[in-house]
């Protein structure tokens, strides 16, 4: 019998401490010319964020256990975690392997997905061909997290663009049609110029890293912004003739939630109507790796897509990464 991964379950998780961009204003007198400039280029109007003292694992975790909630299952049923972050708890060891602990999964094999916002189609791609290829698995929990607050400078205005959040989807095996195709792109030409330059092995932290504000996420250079208006329907195209479907076939399209303007210029070159995408940031924020997860989980309780519907997914972030992935939902 084909084993093909579907979709179970679905959670979320938003912090409770709202961050408006009123409050950016104040925090940043000399830079709300700047708030006001990203306000009306990404729709972005507030962004949420966890408690000081909570690890990128602590978000993770409710919406993980509202993803097994909905599907029917135990953490303790879970064969393997998937956790997609660019704000990892530690450089090493695996923030998945943290969150195992806390779930209460002694079962589970864990890895971490690092392609920034792209780490959750990528970790469902990944899923996917698991399940596909090994009878053992029946239970996995893929989970993108983002908790890049805490890994900013304090007098950064960047941090318009780092709300906390967490999603979190159970896949498991099934005869019938879920996963369709997966597409990828990349240009690690890219990769210096939004990051954290040192606390790797090319510059490992030290004081004079840590004065010089290398240890810190920042925004070096601009990304030109066709890499996604132009890679986004790219990568949709991909997974179209990857999985043998046409683009009039998707029921919906769920991008990287970090600019409004971006994704309304991709559904028109896809000549896709507006209520076949769902956007988030206008309450939520831009949440990096957990952005797609979190949109898909609000798109479901909205009704905007149910069983039999054709849903794509295309993550996007620094390095630059992009991924897309293909299901059919049951």
């Known amino acids: 019998m084909s084993r093909s991964a579907v979709i179970t379950g679905t959670g979320r998780f938003v912090p409770d401490r709202e961050i408006s961009n009123d409050l950016l204003r104040e925090r940043f007198p000399q830079a709300s010319d700047f708030v006001d400039k990203m306000e009306a280029s990404t729709g972005i109007l507030r962004r949420w964020w966890a408690p000081e003292d909570w690890s990128t694992s602590d978000v993770a975790l409710p919406a993980c256990r509202q993803a097994l909630e909905r599907a029917g299952r135990k953490a303790e049923e879970i064969d393997l975690i998937i956790l997609g972050t660019d704000s990892p708890d530690y450089i090493t060891p695996a923030t998945s392997v943290v969150l195992q602990h806390k779930l209460g999964a002694p079962r589970a094999g864990t890895f971490d997905v690092g392609c920034a916002c792209a780490s959750f189609p990528t970790g469902l791609n990944i899923a996917a061909g698991m399940i596909a290829a090994n009878t053992q698995l029946k239970v996995v929990l893929v989970v993108g997290v983002y908790l890049m607050h805490k890994l900013a400078a304090a007098d950064d205005p960047l941090v318009f663009f780092y709300g906390d959040g967490a999603g979190a989807a159970i896949l498991e095996p099934s005869s019938e049609e879920g996963f369709i195709s997966s597409a990828f792109q990349a240009d690690g030409s890219y990769a210096e110029k939004w990051s954290?330059?040192?606390?790797?092995?090319?510059?490992?932290?030290?004081?004079?890293?840590?004065?010089?504000?290398?240890?810190?996420?920042?925004?070096?250079?601009?990304?030109?912004?066709?890499?996604?208006?132009?890679?986004?329907?790219?990568?949709?195209?991909?997974?179209?003739?990857?999985?043998?479907?046409?683009?009039?076939?998707?029921?919906?399209?769920?991008?990287?939630?970090?600019?409004?303007?971006?994704?309304?210029?991709?559904?028109?070159?896809?000549?896709?109507?507006?209520?076949?995408t769902h956007m988030v940031m206008e309450k939520w924020g831009y949440t990096g790796s957990a952005c797609v997860p979190m949109a898909f989980d609000d798109a479901l309780e909205q009704g905007k897509a149910s069983a039999g519907d054709l849903v794509v997914f295309v993550g996007s972030g620094v390095g630059y990464n992009q991924a897309g992935a293909a299901f059919r939902l049951i």
């Open 196 to 276: 954290i330059l040192a606390g790797g092995t090319v510059e490992p932290a030290s004081e004079e890293a840590l004065r010089a504000g290398r240890t810190r996420v920042k925004m070096y250079e601009r990304y030109p912004p066709e890499i996604n208006s132009q890679g986004w329907p790219k990568l949709v195209r991909s997974l179209a003739a990857n999985g043998g479907f046409g683009i009039d076939d998707i029921d919906l399209a769920i991008f990287t939630q970090v600019r409004k303007p971006t994704i309304e210029e991709v559904m028109a070159d896809l000549q896709l109507p507006m209520t076949k």
